[in-house]
Nanobody, 124 residues
């Protein structure tokens, strides 16, 4: 199956920036293709919030809470994605997760895979 490995989280001051990375790979080396990728964040006591989505063709979507500040993009590696976060606010403190809908070679339809999450803390 497919594993998603995240990196780039950490501590940043309000107004600062971070870039999160998510790399997808197959444990068996099987072929696969990514149909959609999204980033969401989770804070204890709050509902999980979707913050960015990317779909085949390069279409992206963002909620009003992060629009203009966050950018999702594909990296130089075919199966990697990034989340550029600018002008970070304290309320951006959360565990950030990447999620992908993947087409596995020889399978019908799409399957869902999630990363383990990476902590982002926005504080002085």
């Amino acid at each position: 199956q497919v594993q998603l490995v995240e990196s780039g989280g950490g501590l940043v001051q309000p107004g600062g920036s971070l870039r999160l990375s998510c790399a997808a790979s197959s444990s068996s080396g099987s072929r696969f293709s990514i149909n959609t990728i999204d980033w969401s964040r989770q804070t204890p006591g709050k509902q999980r919030e979707l913050v960015a989505t990317w779909a085949t063709g390069g279409t992206t979507n963002y909620p009003d809470s992060v629009k203009g500040r966050f950018t999702i993009s594909r990296g130089a590696a075919a199966n990697s994605v990034y989340l550029e976060m600018n002008s970070l606010k304290p309320e951006g403190t959360a565990v950030y997760y990447c999620h992908a809908k993947v087409a596995l070679y020889g399978d019908y339809g799409l399957r869902d895979f999630w990363g383990q999450g990476t902590q982002v803390t926005v504080s002085s």
